[in-house]
């Protein structure tokens, strides 16, 4: 079973950063591909960032290129979402994800989300 719990949001201005935080639990965490969404008010949840188990691979949506970076320290049980030159866009629930393939089954797992709050 894998725990997610996501932290670092906040309210910020526009252009400025914000590093958010997903600390798992689960030996499996290792094993995991791991990735970010964000909802916006009145509109569904969509992706925002992924990483493999090993860091090595990382995929974006188009509306983040170039401005945010996922990472992952797995001797932390940890990733990360640095966000830099945030827009008022930006801003909506931030949920950590986990995926996990038990046999040829796949489990995802979900923190509860944080706030991101960028001012105009």
């Known amino acids: 079973q894998v725990q997610l719990v996501e932290s670092g949001g906040g309210l910020v201005q526009a252009g400025g950063s914000l590093r958010l935080s997903c600390a798992a639990s689960g030996r499996t965490f290792s094993s995991s591909g791991m990735g970010w969404f964000h909802q916006a008010p009145g509109k569904e949840r969509a992706f925002v960032a992924a990483?493999?188990?090993?860091?090595?691979?990382?995929r974006y949506g188009d509306s983040v290129k170039g401005r945010f970076t996922i990472s992952r320290d797995n001797a932390k049980n940890t990733i990360y979402l640095q966000m830099s030159t945030l827009q008022p866009e930006d801003t909506a629930v931030y949920y950590c994800?986990?995926?996990?393939?038990?046999?040829?089954?796949?489990?995802?797992?979900w923190g509860q989300g944080t706030q991101v709050t960028v001012s105009s």
């Open positions: 994800n986990a995926i996990l393939f038990v046999t040829s089954t796949r489990m995802d797992y």
């Open positions: 990483i493999s188990p090993n860091g090595g691979n990382t």
